[in-house]
C-alpha cells in the first residue's frame, strides 16, 4: 500500500494492508522531532516486508546510514552460526582459539562470557585515536594484552567500541578469515543486501553523513551524567581519553571507519537490509530456509548475566552477544534480540511472532531518549499483526 494523506506527507515507502498503524506511528514520531529528520524504518512478517518507510530531505530507501553498534549484532549473527556449524563453541575458553589471550587473569574465560560483556576489557586508559579504532587486529592485539578492568566472568560492562574486535579475533583465529569478508560470504551476500562492514568506494555516494544532536540543556545533562569521567569506567569504554579521537555520534563519517569497517560501530547499510537480516536469520526468506536453526537461537537469545552493568551505569541484561530485546520491550516476546546503534538506531528480531525490525536515523539521539520511539513503533507492528487476524 503507498503511502497517501496529509497526515503523513512526510512519509514515503509502503505499508502492507493492515499495518497502516505503523506508518501512523513513524509520522507522529517525526512530528515530534521538532526538525526535519532522515530516517527509515523497515519491518518483515514471516519473512516478507510489510513496512518499508522512510522519511527527510536527503533520504531515500537506499540512503546508506551509519549503524553504530547495530553493527555487533550482524557480527554476532555471524558467531551465531559459526557455533551451529561447529567452527566455535560457546563453552570452550577463549583462549583454546587466540592463546595470547591467556594472560592477566583472562585464561578461563569462556567465548559466551565473552559475547555477553563479561571479559572486563571495555578499552585502554590511553585510548585509540580513530585510525587505531578502525582497526580490529590493532585493538584485539592491545585488549588481549592486556589486564582486565574486573575478574573476568564476575561482572558486565559494554564493551562499546571494542566487542566485536575481541569476537572477531575469535572468529579469525578459528577461520583464518576475516569478519568481514565471512559476513559477506554467509550473511549479506547470499541475500543481497546492502549492508557493508567496509563500504565499497562505489557506495560512498549514497551514504548520509550522521548529523548532531539537537543539543537541548536536558540532553546535555543526560549526556553529561552517562559520561562521567574520562578516566572511569565509561570514559575509557568510549574512548574519551585519546587527543585524536572523536564524539562517537561523528564515527561513521570518517572514511577510514566506513572503508575498514570495524565490527563493534563501523558498520553501513539501510533499515530495509537489517530487517531483511534478522528476519533471514529467524525464518525462511524469499524461498531461502532459515539461517539458525530454533535450538540455536534460544542458544544465543538466552540471557547470560544481568545486573548492574559497569559501564552504563544501569540494570542491563545481556543476552549471548545481544540484548536481550523483550527485557527493554516488554511488548516482545521472550527469546527476542537484536542490538541497538548508538543514537537511536535499533535492528532485532522476535521470533515467536514472527517479526523483524530495524529503524535507523540520521540525527543523533540520547540513546535512553530512543527506546521510547521504538517501543511506540513496536506496539504499532505488534497491533497490526494482532488485529489482521495473523497472529500465532
Known sequence: MTITGTATDAVRGSVADGFEPVRDAFAALLAAEGAPLDAQVAARYRGRPVVDLWAGPETGPDSLQGIYSASKGVTHLLVALLVQQGVLDLDERVAHYWPEFATGGKQDLLLRELLAHQAGLVGTPEGFSVDELSDDHLVAERLGAQRPFWRPGTSSGYH?????????????????AEVGALVRELLTG????????????????????????????????ELAAAAGSPDGLPGIAFNRRHPDGCEVWE?????????????????????????????????????RPALLRPDTLAAFAQIQTAGFDLVLRQQKAWAVGFHASSEVYPMLAAGSFGHSGAGGQQALADPRNELSY??????????????????????????SVRESGAAT
Not at 192 to 219: C, K, N, S, V, Y
Not at 363 to 378: G, I
Open 358 to 383: 530495524a529503524f535507523l536515523r540520521r540525527r543523533f539521539l540520547v540513546p535512553s531518549q530512543a527506546d521510547a520511539d521504538h517501543a511506540r513503533l513496536l506496539t504499532s507492528l505488534l497491533r
Open 251 to 287: 564515527l561513521p563519517s570518517h572514511p577510514v571507519v566506513r572503508s575498514r569497517g570495524p565490527a563493534s560501530l563501523g558498520g553501513i547499510g539501510t533499515a530495509r537490509a537489517l530487517a531483511t537480516l534478522y528476519a533471514a536469520a529467524t525464518g525462511p526468506v524469499d524461498g
Open 190 to 221: 547470499p541475500l543481497g543486501l546492502d549492508l557493508h562492514l567496509g563500504l565499497p568506494a562505489e557506495a560512498e555516494l549514497r551514504f548520509l553523513d550522521p548529523q548532531p544532536m539537537i543539543a537541548t540543556p536536558e540532553r546535555l545533562r
Open 160 to 176: 562499546a567500541l571494542v566487542e566485536s574486535a575481541l569476537t572477531g579475533e575469535v572468529v579469525r583465529r578459528a577461520t583464518s
